[in-house]
């Protein structure tokens, strides 16, 4: 599998990163991947959060980490080598670690609309969120089933695909965040068909794989074992393989999904088609836990996030590690890049 980052030139506007819940690790993790930032090698970003808030944190855990407060997202491209560029964004209460305030949830969301829109008229390069806490947010509005979805509203678009990535696997669930009997209920050929047509659509348009290759895994043990573990695979994922195919779209499958991880079998893919939740996600924590970023495909922008929640039970310590999101960063500016070489 070819690697996330490249050697392509860096997005000429920043990355809008959300403050994401406040009482959590999102402000740590920030400030540390800026204090990281030349030996990452990560481009501009613009934090949008309040500055209060973060001052408070670097004073206490003793970061010298000065910030610059921006009116303009271009701005932070001048002052970032030198400062952490940050658009204010007020908490109407002050964070305290681990206890979300629900006074706080409309900041949380504005954080995000403002992304978002920074993103859609050009800017901001790409957009990358900090952990959200759903509970918090429900008083100011938030109906939505996850950060994900919130997302796809924001963009008019109703069907995004999740993808978990590092430099040792890409992985996309057909399914996500149902029981695992439902999961079986909700696949069907159609649902198959449509994850992987994003997939190898954003592969092509913001990874710069011209040919993507998938492996599509099977539902069953030894994918079904021609019907003699279940006919889902020769039912509902073989049809879905040969609508791919048809398609121009080089997939295969349906494969045993206890040999699609191995370093060798990797190699042969671009992105392992998966049909629930753990089926995708146990390989990837397994290979790259700390490093693992979550990618929303079918966006008409770029949005990576950390694959990491709030970690209330360590937060103000300053001991939240910010590699997920440095990796989420690099990823989000890779991105970038490659989709402005292909539009150009």
């Known amino acids: 599998m070819p690697p996330l980052n490249s050697d392509k030139a860096g997005p000429s506007q920043p990355i809008a990163l959300t403050m994401g819940e406040p009482a959590g690790i999102g402000g740590e993790i920030a400030l540390q991947a800026w204090l990281r930032r030349r030996e990452a090698g990560l481009a501009p970003f613009l934090l949008l959060d309040d500055p209060d808030r973060l001052q408070a944190i670097a004073a206490q855990h003793g970061w010298a980490v000065p910030l610059q407060v921006v009116a303009e997202p271009q701005d932070a491209v ?11 964004v007020p908490l109407p209460a002050i964070p305290q670690p681990g206890i979300p305030d629900r006074l706080n949830a409309p900041a949380v969301l504005h954080a995000i609309e403002l992304a978002v829109t920074l993103c859609r008229n050009g800017r901001a390069a790409a957009l990358v969120t900090n952990p959200i806490h759903k509970a918090a947010l429900y008083d100011a509005g938030f109906s939505h089933p996850g950060h994900t979805e919130f ?23 057909v399914t996500i965040h149902v029981a695992l009997q439902r999961a079986i209920d909700l696949l069907d050929t159609d649902l198959i068909v449509e994850t992987a047509r994003i997939t190898a659509h954003d592969l092509r348009e913001k990874f710069g ?31 879905a393989v040969a609508r791919l195919r048809s398609m121009g779209i080089d997939a295969r499958g349906p494969l045993p999904p206890d040999t699609m991880f191995h370093a060798e079998a990797r190699a042969s893919y671009d992105a392992a088609i998966c049909m629930y939740h753990d089926q995708a996600l146990i390989p ?27 970690a209330f039970d360590i937060a103000g310590q300053g001991i939240a590690k910010p590699d997920s999101l440095i990796a989420a960063l690099k990823m989000a500016a890779t991105m970038a890049a490659h989709r402005t070489h292909h539009v150009g």
């Open 284 to 310: 990837i924590k397994t290979l790259d836990f700390d490093s693992g970023v979550n990618v929303t495909l079918g966006l008409p922008i770029i949005r990576t996030s950390p694959d990491h929640g709030t």
């Open 209 to 239: 794989i011209r040919q993507p290759r998938l492996a599509v895994a099977g539902l069953n043990p030894h994918a079904g074992e021609s019907g003699s573990m279940g006919e889902e695979d020769a039912a509902i994922v073989a049809p």
């Open 78 to 88: 001048a002052v970032f080598d030198r400062a952490l560029p940050v658009l204010s």
């Open 151 to 173: 997302l796809a509203a924001l963009c008019d678009v109703s069907r995004p695909v999740m993808m978990l990535a590092s430099d040792r696997l890409r992985v996309v669930p």
